[in-house]
């Protein structure tokens, strides 16, 4: 990996001593729009586990999983600067935009990492400050060092670090890690490729000028498009299984269903259509599937639980 | 003003903004650690 910091325009000020990075850009390090989604589906883990979790403490542990989530983001920015200020995509980040000294986003990372998982382990319980902790390294060390310059599969095992949220959330509850978590964490496994291969498809030049070996890039668009395909079938059984874990009801495991057989038919269309905007619908289509199964789920639970009389 | 005076206020304003950034966090966590403590103690 080259260092930018000695070629980045803010170098070339009349600055000494402290860096440029301001507010902004230290949220922005943090992938906020990542984190949105981490945080959203570690509540949904919260919400639907058995038993009681004092607000306040919830609420602890949600910002320790978006802090947790922000913490990676930073590191990753920091490691990935050589290759993000090749694409057109990634070219405006705080670093490969010399806004921001690599050390800076670096020990921010770090600082937040370490913060995210004792706060957690202080607050909370030890489990979830464990998987909490295995999730930054996770994507930290395999998936952003190990794995994403190296294999087409770097999104398929690496993607497992987005899927960890709602396991915390529901650890932050029990204290251990059940099988509907585990359901939960499939979902988010089996979205990510996906997703991201919908992306990788139209952004393919990007990849390869930046020699990321995307499965777009690496096997050509017809291969990429037969695993999206087959992803999104496996998507119908995980997708149903917390219904079938009695984690929600009917009302979810349709909506779920309705939701992968639409997700299956956007990359049918992908399949059958070759031009871009097939895919960028895709892409699209892909966070709207996430957010609505999750969303399903937790109103779901909740109307259960109020159904019962107790909330949630 | 000069050419180089930009560059120099901008610099003293991003580092003003971090600063207020930073206190605005800190209480934050004052805060928070309050909050964990009174639940804790409480439970």
């Known amino acids: 990996m080259s260092d930018l910091s000695e070629t980045t325009p803010h170098i ?8 440029i990075g301001g507010v902004g850009d230290y949220v922005e ?7 949105s989604l981490v945080v959203f589906t570690g509540l949904v883990g919260i919400a639907v586990a058995p038993g009681h979790l004092n607000p306040v403490l919830a609420l602890v542990a949600v910002l320790c999983i978006a802090v947790g989530a922000g913490a990676a983001g930073a590191i990753n920015m920091w490691y990935d600067r050589d290759i993000d200020a090749m694409m057109a995509r990634t070219a405006a980040r705080p670093l490969p935009a010399g806004r921001m000294m690599p050390g800076e986003a670096l020990a921010f990372g770090i600082v937040l990492a370490v913060g995210s998982v004792l706060m957690m ?13 295995l999730t930054i390294a996770f994507y930290v060390f395999v998936y952003t060092i190990w794995l994403k310059r ?17 396991l915390i959330g529901w650890a932050a509850v029990t204290g251990d890690i059940g099988w509907p978590a585990v359901s939960l964490f499939t979902i988010i496994f089996l979205w990510t490729p996906p997703h991201f291969w919908a992306l990788a498809l139209y952004r ?6 930046a020699g990321v070996p995307m499965l777009p890039v690496v096997a050509g668009p017809r291969a990429t498009k037969r695993q ?18 009695g984690v929600a009801g009917a009302m979810y495991g349709l909506g779920a269903l309705a939701l992968s057989i639409l997700f299956t038919a956007s990359a049918i269309r992908v399949w059958i259509d070759d031009s871009e905007r097939s895919a960028r619908l895709m892409f699209g289509f892909s966070l709207l599937y996430l957010l609505l199964v999750f969303s399903l789920l937790l109103v779901d639970h909740t109307a259960a639980g109020a159904a019962r009389g107790a909330w949630p | 003003m000069t050419a180089m005076d930009h560059p120099e206020q901008e610099r003293e304003r991003m580092i003003r903004a971090r ?11 004052v805060a928070l650690f309050y909050a964990i403590t009174i639940v804790r103690f409480g439970s």
Request: no cysteine; aromatic share 6%.
């Open chain 1, 12 to 19: 070339l000020l009349p600055l000494t001593g402290a860096s």
């Open chain 1, 29 to 35: 390090i943090l992938k906020p729009r990542v984190m």
């Open chain 1, 121 to 133: 382990a202080l607050a909370v319980n030890s489990i979830a400050a464990g998987l909490l902790a």
């Open chain 1, 150 to 166: 190296r294999t087409p599969q770097n999104i398929v095992i690496g993607g497992a670090a987005g899927a960890f949220p709602p």
């Open chain 1, 204 to 209: 393919a030049g990007d990849y390869a000028k």
């Open chain 1, 228 to 245: 999206m395909l087959l992803y999104t079938l496996a998507l119908w059984p995980a997708s149903a299984a917390p219904w079938v874990m």
């Open chain 2, 19 to 29: 600063n207020r950034a930073l206190v605005g966090v800190l209480v934050a966590l």
